[in-house]
């Protein structure tokens, strides 16, 4: 029977050109595959459909924490609105709506659970 023994270091104990290679041999780790992050993107899809939004596709850059939206559209206003508004702007913009109507005398304002204007 054979013993092998190995030094192991932490990433912060190596000398900077070590370091270096050790990122470039492992840049593309699990991202070598085409489609790596589609699950994301339809779970993306998802989420801004929430809030009334859409989009043909996005692209990422993690070093600077930004996200570009391909074709961005909304698709609901009235969620868009109510997802981005502060409970009190939601106030005001239905109480408007409903003042401008002028066949009635009372205005109306229903909230659910969340604060959400019905």
């Known amino acids: 029977m054979r013993t092998t023994q190995i030094k192991v270091y932490l990433f912060e104990e190596l000398k900077k050109d070590i370091q270096e290679k050790?990122?470039?041999?492992?840049?593309?780790?699990?991202?070598?595959?085409?489609?790596?992050?589609?699950?994301?993107?339809?779970?993306?899809?998802?989420?801004?459909?929430?809030?009334?939004?859409?989009?043909?596709g996005f692209s990422f850059d993690l070093y600077r924490n930004e996200i570009s939206f391909?074709?961005?559209?909304?698709?609901?206003?009235?969620?868009?609105?109510?997802?981005?508004?502060?409970?009190?702007?939601k106030i005001l913009n239905q109480l408007e709506k409903d003042n401008n109507k002028e066949d009635e005398e009372e205005l109306s304002l229903n909230l659910d659970e969340n604060g959400n204007i019905d």
């Open 22 to 56: 050790v990122l470039d041999d492992n840049r593309e780790i699990n991202t070598e595959f085409y489609d790596w992050y589609e699950y994301l993107f339809e779970d993306f899809k998802e989420e801004l459909n929430k809030i009334g939004l859409s989009s043909d």
């Open 70 to 89: 391909n074709k961005p559209n909304i698709n609901n206003q009235d969620v868009f609105i109510n997802s981005v508004l502060s409970h009190k702007d």
